[in-house]
Every structure is written in C-alpha cells, then in structure tokens.
C-alpha cells in the first residue's frame, strides 16, 4: 500500500460545481498537509498549508483534515476554468523535511 | 513567498550525456531540495542540499548520477550524469519557507533520446 492515495481522475465538472479533491493515508506520523495545484508546463503551487484536524477556509478553497480516519479533502466553490490544472496533496511527519506526494488529480473545469 | 528562477525552462539531450540544472533563489534559504516527477508518477525527493555541506540523498538516488552543488545561500544545481531515455522527466527544486510551507520552481522538462 501506497503512503499516499490520490484518484488521478480525470474529473471534469461544468463551471460553478463544488469540486472534492481527496487523498488518504497510512502513516499516522504525518501531521502537516498540503494541497498544491500544477497547471501544465509549470512548477507546483501551495494552495493550502494545514497542520491540525478540522477545516481552513481560504476564498473559494476549503481543505479538511481528518487525522483519525487518515483523510484529507480539498473542496473548490464556484468552480472557474481557471481552476483547471492537476491538484496535488502533500505531507510530511513533524521535524521531517520530506514530503511525500499523492499522484495528483488532473481536473477541468468546462465553461 | 520566494520566487525560484530554474533553467533551462527543458532540454532534448542524446543518451550518454549530462544536463546541468540551475535554480536561484530571490532570498537567501537554508535548504534547497530536487524534486523528479516522472509522467504518471508522484513527486519524488531525489536530495536536499545545504550550504557549505554535501547533500543528501533519498533512497534510489545516488551522488554520481545526479551530483548536486550548493555553492551559497540562494543557488544550487543538479546534474543528471549519462543519461538514459528513463531520466526523461520534469526536475523541480525547491525551498521550505516558514509557515508557508514549500514553494518550488517551475520546473524543467528533460527529454533524453
């Protein structure tokens, strides 16, 4: 089993769906989480930087961490074409520098 | 947040040779990390290199096909050594910012034929 598990899609929804992004995992000793969005032919950005349990709001984006059933959520309102790109859930264990990527999933966002 | 200059932006290299990767940084950071993501495949930590210090190497990457410098605070480069149409693949580095988690470079696209 994977450390971490991200269905690549691909997922397309029509403009202003809510999108749901998940990623699950099996190391308990992760404890920050990351959610970064890659458009095509670019270098990741972080979108959302979390550490605890629970939600954070930034905008139109949302990210839920739920550490004791090992499940992170990324959740898009009023999704925009813009928004389409390759989402990317990360980790990493407290006083680790490493990362730990999920495969990502690429979403389109049809005008 | 830093903004990471990489270059070449992607290359086409023949089998057998080396391609230098650089990224400079806009601030001075203590750790600079290379990233590979192969197509299909998650990112993956190939080293961390600090200044002053040699790097250090995640499992299945070695120091004499992809040697790393770190010659001061905001520059560092990866070379990949004779290179195989398996090194195709896009190469990232990147930096830890506080409380900001990481920001990385745009990358570059390696094609080895």
């Known amino acids: 089993q994977k450390e971490v598990e991200q269905d690549p899609g691909p997922l397309s929804v029509p403009e202003g769906a809510i999108v749901s992004l998940n990623c699950t995992y099996s190391?308990?000793?992760?404890?920050?989480f990351m959610w970064y969005r890659q458009y095509s032919r670019k270098g990741p950005e972080l979108l959302m930087y979390?550490?605890?349990?629970g939600n954070k709001e930034d905008g139109r984006f949302t990210a839920q961490v739920d550490k004791s059933s090992k499940y992170i959520s990324l959740f898009i309102r009023d999704s925009q074409p813009s928004d389409s790109a390759t989402y990317l859930c990360?980790?990493?264990?407290?006083?680790?520098?490493?990362?730990?990527f999920g495969k990502g999933t690429k979403l389109s966002v049809i005008p | 947040s830093a903004v990471i200059s990489q270059k070449p932006s992607r290359d086409i290299c023949q089998r057998g040779t080396s391609l230098t990767i650089q990224c400079q940084v806009d601030?001075?950071?203590?750790?600079m990390f290379w990233y590979r993501q192969q197509p299909g495949q998650s990112l993956t930590l190939i080293a961390t290199?600090?200044?002053?210090?040699?790097?250090?190497?995640e499992s299945g990457f070695v120091i004499d096909k992809f040697p790393i410098s770190r010659p001061n605070l905001t520059f560092s480069t990866l070379t990949v050594s004779n290179m195989s149409p398996e090194d195709s693949s896009i190469y990232l580095c990147?930096?830890?910012?506080?409380?900001?988690?990481?920001?990385f470079g745009s990358g570059t696209r390696l094609t080895v034929v």
């Open positions: 990147s930096v830890e910012e506080r409380r900001d988690g990481y920001t």
């Open positions: 601030s001075q950071v203590t750790m």
């Open positions: 990360a980790m990493k264990e407290a006083g680790s520098y490493q990362l730990t």
């Open positions: 290199a600090n200044q002053g210090s040699e790097a250090t190497y």
């Open positions: 979390t550490y605890s349990s």
């Open positions: 190391n308990s000793a992760f404890q920050y």
